[in-house]
């Protein structure tokens, strides 16, 4: 029950994106057609799983018994850089269309503040191997929705009659708003 909890809890009631605010950049800027938010999405959610538990593995393993959590924050953005790494190069051999639709977004999720943020809460969390990973894949997961559900809604808004001064950007901070304020609607489940 207790990872059905740390699941939930990260998908929905402490979305990374809609309710603590990180990973922002990514999510307006991938966040235009849904294949590329999906893609988007799947990537960021690998780059968390793989880093929770080597940032996990690093921290508890030689970080702490070495006397070294003051280098906790450049290990763990060497562990997602590298695992960036790895997904660049995956999807440049298997999939052209969305390494190209990614663009600098892709390179992006090193410095994508949700997943060092993510790696950090689960550290000072104290959570087990398995508990990190399952806030990984839950973190993963609900940043994928909040990219999914603010391209669908991009998408239609192009058939949309949005006022002058508000279309782009403008209308797409309203949404982002009202989705953030729907996803604070979860706080107290869990």
């Not at 508890?60 to 924050?73: A, C, K, M, R």
Request: glycine letters at 10%.
């Amino acid at each position: 029950m207790e990872l059905f909890l740390i699941f939930i809890g990260a998908v929905f009631v402490n979305n990374f994106v809609l309710v603590r605010f990180l990973g922002i950049c990514p999510f307006m800027g991938v966040s235009k057609q849904t294949e590329t938010a999906l893609g988007m999405g799947a990537a960021t959610t690998f780059v968390m799983v793989v880093t929770a538990a080597l940032t996990w593995l690093l921290q508890w393993y030689v970080l702490e018994p070495f006397g070294l959590p003051f280098l906790q924050t450049p290990v763990f953005i060497l562990v997602i850089a590298s695992m960036v790494q790895l997904v660049e190069m995956f999807l440049h051999k298997t999939s052209p269309g969305l390494y190209r639709a990614l663009g600098i977004y892709l390179p992006l999720i090193t410095t994508n503040c949700a997943v060092l943020g993510f790696s950090l809460i689960a550290v000072q969390g104290a959570y087990s191997f398995i508990q990190s990973l399952i806030f990984g894949l839950g973190a993963g997961i609900g940043f994928t929705i909040a990219l999914m559900l603010m391209a669908g809604i991009r998408e239609e808004l192009r058939f949309a009659d949005v006022p002058k001064p508000l279309a782009g950007t403008g209308i797409a901070f309203i949404i982002a708003g009202l989705l953030s304020l729907a996803f604070s609607g979860f706080a107290g489940l869990v």
